[in-house]
């Protein structure tokens, strides 16, 4: 199954440049098990589905650190029909990461680290084919008892909590619910020190 | 139908406020013909799908005219189940819009405005339900014709060229494929004055 990440780091400061660059070093540990491209809009990771979302945190969370009111915003994809396969997604920790297994998500967050950065989330959850809906209220139903569930906005589910928990929630939601093998997509929003409190 | 959009604007600059602020008093002559509400992470549209995509793109402009790199992030949705109906969302307006009608959406492009403004854009479009990959597969070949089209890239396509046209080709996705009445969703990020080039 293909799966992977377009995202975007945006610190809002003069210093921007450079916050991205240290940030994204985040990820040079992980560079021999995934795939990584950048462009002028947006950084891609391809690679296993438990691999996607901490590499994702540690990115984010670097930034957070400095203190700069930073936000995150990614578009996740697994089992895209239109994509071609890539050996790098297919290794034993996706396959044993529990895409499809809905008892997976309480055990993905109670593995959260604590992080101690504070975070604010909003995602939206998109299984493509049959049964969005009723895959989409389940997770709905599943965030409320999450511990970071903020509350159900037009379009989107908002979440606050440690950066470690808002990560685990989101990735639990993209690899529990929609078919196992399905085409699903999350709409990711993460936000760090903003004045507005 | 119910319609709206999330968007955020980020302006990777210390004066970060000021020019959110500033680009948001785009919406003032629209503010009675939409629903418009604010929190610490986005800003919320709901309105006729006619009107959604000229109010961000004159929002993102107003921004990207200050020379500062500035990035908009949008969660845009038409016809959501889980949503509420909106009598702001039924106008003349909305229906004449053209939803479902695909020739609609060359005249959308054809009438986008000239801002010689430079932007590049990076989008999915999310046909839930039945017949999602077909659709995608429809406005990725009208998007190889819009003049602004840049290339393919994993999870998403992305163009290029004046912010009017880029705004006009998302909008005519949006607008123009998935069903009439159907539930579908955008996943768009438009950026200006990259030091990436």
Same mark, same amino acid.
């Given at each position: 199954m293909f799966s992977g990440i377009q995202f975007s780091l945006y610190p809002m400061t003069d210093d921007f440049v450079g916050i991205i660059l240290d940030a994204v070093s985040a990820l040079d540990d992980r560079r021999d098990r995934l795939r990584i491209e950048t462009d002028n809009i947006s950084t891609l990771i391809v690679g296993p589905p438990d691999m996607l979302f901490p590499a994702m945190r540690d990115v984010f969370l670097r930034a957070a650190r400095t203190g700069h009111h930073v936000v995150l915003s990614a578009t996740v994809s697994r089992g895209c029909p239109g994509e071609p396969d890539d050996p790098?997604?297919?290794g034993t920790a996706g396959a044993a990461g /529990?895409? /499809? %297994?809905? %008892?997976?998500a309480k055990a993905l967050l109670a593995d959260? !680290?604590?992080?101690g950065q504070p975070a604010v989330a909003q995602f939206s959850l998109y299984p493509l084919g049959a049964d969005a809906m009723p895959n989409i209220y389940a997770c709905i139903d599943f965030l409320k008892t999450s511990g970071v569930f903020d509350r159900s906005k037009h379009f989107c589910t908002k979440l606050a909590g440690d950066t470690g928990a808002v990560f685990a929630a989101v990735e639990a939601s993209f690899r529990c619910f /929609?078919? !196992? %093998?399905g085409h699903v997509t999350v709409d990711l929003t993460v936000s760090a020190n903003s004045p507005s409190g």
């Open positions: 790098i997604c297919t /529990g895409i /499809g %297994d809905r %008892d997976q959260a !680290p604590a992080t /929609g078919a !196992p %093998d």
